[in-house]
């Protein structure tokens, strides 16, 4: 068989020598004309194969670039050299592919992050890269693993969808009718979708919400787990135009339970990646303190990555209402030095980024979550508290990266939501089937949505949200 390898992790961490392995990987580094340094990806450390002089042609040598793709074969043995508690002696060597020194982009040094978003196909094969999407998968694995084990259904909701689930009107469109001017047009002038491929106007979904709420109406408890999309022309650090997110949605939940079921998830989440990534998360953080030490001192984060992950996994979140968050940052120092570039003078306003930073990290230096916002800055879909004016809505904001979470109770009755809906001038036809969940056999629920990528960001310690997806998607980029 010709892949009778093992992976280069289990070799250095077992701990027996004298036995004979095969391993295939890219060199990455070829020293001396004897050490290799080879790297299948399975950890960031690399095996040292020892070629011994005079052993190998010199053409095989010569092939033994950065990059090459090679199949060895040999001998474990423990390592006289520093830095490797075992090596593999080198018996046969072939090259599975050749890599041109002079041509491969990745050179054995440190390249900057936005040079390596210009070669994302290749930035997998750097230490930070692969660091990073070891523990994304560790992390989509845990959320998976979270809500199995707590016997929710994982429910695949549609990626083209007639409706806009958010109200917020920034869908991508999709359609086979023709560009040119030719599609059939309506008296008025707009599109006449009747020759569309589905016969209307569909989109791609901004969140699987409204079909997940469907179904929580009869499995109780749902999560859904896939891509989302954004056309929001937002070229920020924290968005992306293509999204993974996690949408949980439970039958008999209020706002309080779905507070509880949102800390608890993200607490075990980090915490799994924690125990499995532990190597990978070190070089992160390693990696940060670098980046942090560039800075100037008052710029500097106060806690390493490790501990601020550790802080979050054992604290709870601040839990504070939108009223008392204004009347927080209306107080401020920096309110009232006017520091804010959206100064806060009166209640209902949305929050900016620089306020929820503020709140989270100057303020309460914790995760916070806000409720009751105004319901005039909230989607239709939340539910009206009795004061009239608020939503039961919830967002979690976390330091560094501002909102994680968008969550709230639903609103369960008909006459309430088709009322919201009127007045945030959505056609009660366009819902229709979401409407009979409230006429057939409705209940108090809740939900929230968890943004995948910024919980990553969060865990690597990644600036921009564009290094924590493989092939990130946003306004004038679709590369790859
Ligand atoms: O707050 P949002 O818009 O909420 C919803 O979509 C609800 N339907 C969720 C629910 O209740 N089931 O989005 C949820 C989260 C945000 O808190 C944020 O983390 C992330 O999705 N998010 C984005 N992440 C990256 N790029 C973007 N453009 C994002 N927009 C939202
Ligand atoms: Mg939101």
């Known amino acids: 068989m010709f892949n009778k390898r093992i992976k280069i992790k289990e070799l250095l961490t077992a701990d027996k020598v004298n036995f004979d392995a095969t391993v295939m990987g890219w060199v990455r580094t070829f020293r001396n004309n004897q050490f290799i340094a080879l790297n299948d990806g399975s950890t960031n450390n690399n ?86 999407f ?159 030490n560039q800075k100037p001192l008052v710029e500097r984060s106060e806690m390493s990555l490790l501990d601020k992950l550790n802080f979050v996994v054992n604290n709870d979140f601040e839990r504070l209402t939108y009223t008392e968050a204004i009347e927080i940052l209306r107080e401020s120092n920096h309110n009232k030095k006017k520091k804010f570039n959206y100064l806060i003078d009166g209640w209902g306003v949305d929050l900016q980024s620089e306020h929820e930073r503020y709140l989270v990290e100057k303020h309460f230096k914790k995760p916070v979550i806000l409720t009751n916002y105004p319901k005039d800055i909230k989607s239709f879909y939340m539910r009206l508290n009795d004061d009239g004016k608020t939503v039961a809505a919830m967002d979690i904001l976390a330091p560094g990266i501002g909102e994680i979470v968008g969550g709230s109770q639903r609103e369960e009755r008909l006459d309430k939501l088709t009322q919201r809906m009127s007045e945030m001038h959505i056609p009660e036809e366009e819902l229709n089937w979401y409407l009979d969940t409230r006429r057939f056999g409705a209940c108090p629920h809740a939900g929230f949505g968890l943004g995948f990528e910024r919980l990553v960001q969060f865990v690597t310690g990644m600036g921009n949200i564009r290094d924590v997806i493989p092939f990130p998607r946003y306004p004038k980029s679709a590369e790859f």
């Open 47 to 132: 095996l040292q194969i020892v070629t011994g002089l005079g052993v190998f042609d010199e053409k095989i040598l010569k092939r033994l670039t950065t990059g090459a793709c090679i199949k060895v074969t040999g001998e474990i043995i423990a390592s006289l050299g520093k830095g490797q508690k075992v090596e593999l002696k080198a018996a046969t060597i072939e090259i599975l592919g050749d890599s041109d020194a002079e041509k491969f982009p990745l050179q054995p040094k440190k390249h900057s992050l936005e040079f390596l978003r210009e070669i994302a196909h290749l930035r997998f094969r750097t230490n930070t890269f692969s660091a990073i």
């Open 134 to 292: 070891r523990v994304r998968h560790s992390l989509a694995f845990a959320v998976h693993k979270f809500f199995n084990d707590k016997g929710f259904v994982y429910l695949h909701t549609p990626i083209i969808t007639a409706s806009d689930a958010e109200g917020a009107g920034e869908m991508f469109r999709v359609t086979t009718l023709p560009l040119d001017g030719s599609a059939l047009k309506n008296e008025d002038g707009s599109i006449n979708y009747k020759d569309d491929f589905f016969g209307r106007s569909t989109n791609l979904t901004v969140s699987g919400q409204l079909e997940g709420e469907l179904a929580a109406m009869a499995f109780s408890d749902i999560y859904t787990f896939g891509p989302t999309f954004r056309a929001e022309n937002s070229n920020t650090t924290r968005h992306l135009a293509e999204f993974w997110m996690i949408e949980p949605e439970v039958a008999f939940n209020d706002l309080e339970d779905n507070m509880n079921l949102a800390e608890e998830f993200i607490r075990y989440i980090i915490k799994y990646a924690m125990e499995q990534n532990k190597e990978d998360l070190e070089f992160l953080a390693q990696r940060l303190t670098e980046e942090e």
